[in-house]
């Protein structure tokens, strides 16, 4: 597990970055907040940075390759060049040419792999890549997220059909970090408190 000060310095750089921003509205239903991961691939350091973390949060398993879905593969790219690790990885439907294939890169039948991705909004669709990286013949060691949202348990399903499903950060993580170091105010902490409660994330602020 990495440690507070690496947590607020990520948090920190996706602020900065723009990956993180907060929105102004009275009305209670509008999300209060806006992450917008997909401005990673502009941020080499901040993706950098955080492949750092998620490498440190399972290196010490046993793999053979990284797996990033097509969503997510500046990530996972950025792991595999900064570690030297073997990286493939997978289609959201079959090309129409060549051989298609819905796993890109070298493989072979019972490796053993890691998934990485920047956050899980759809567990049918993460399911979905699992299932075509076993289908594959590939063993899945665990799937390492970057953000875990809280929105409807989405990690939580993924470890209910028997996967281990680990993230580096929460939105409790997010805004009691910005709360407290002045970058959000008062009355967006409560307008944030207010939109978990009323769409039932639990276990947050």
């Known amino acids: 597990m990495i440690d507070i ?15 993180i921003t907060f929105t102004k509205s009275k009305n209670p239903d ?3 907040y806006e992450i917008k991961l997909q401005y990673l691939t502009s941020q080499p350091k901040v993706l950098t940075f955080a492949a750092k973390l998620l490498w440190s949060e399972f290196k ?33 439907e079959k090309k129409q040419y060549g ?9 072979k039948t019972d490796q053993k792999v ?22 594959s013949g ?18 939580e399903a993924i470890r209910n059909r028997g996967y281990k499903c680990e993230a580096l950060i929460n939105l409790n993580d997010i805004f009691i970090h910005l709360f407290e170091t002045g970058k959000i105010s008062p009355d967006q902490l409560t307008q944030a408190k207010d939109y978990f409660k009323s769409k039932k994330i639990a276990s947050y602020l």
């Open 99 to 107: 051989m298609g294939k819905l796993i890109e890169g070298n493989y």
């Open 5 to 19: 000060k690496s947590k607020q310095k990520l948090i920190d750089l996706l602020y900065e970055t723009g990956a």
């Open 114 to 135: 890691v998934v990485i991705d920047d956050e899980i909004s759809d567990p049918a669709s993460a399911l979905q890549v699992l299932g075509r990286l076993e289908g």
């Open 60 to 92: 010490n398993e046993t793999f053979d390759l990284i797996a990033g879905p097509h969503t997510d593969i500046p990530l996972a790219t950025t792991m595999s060049l900064e570690y030297n690790w073997p990286m493939i990885f997978i289609r959201k």
């Open 30 to 32: 509008s999300l209060p």
């Open 138 to 155: 590939l063993n899945i060691v665990g799937v390492y997220v970057l953000i875990d949202r809280g929105l409807g348990n989405n990690l």
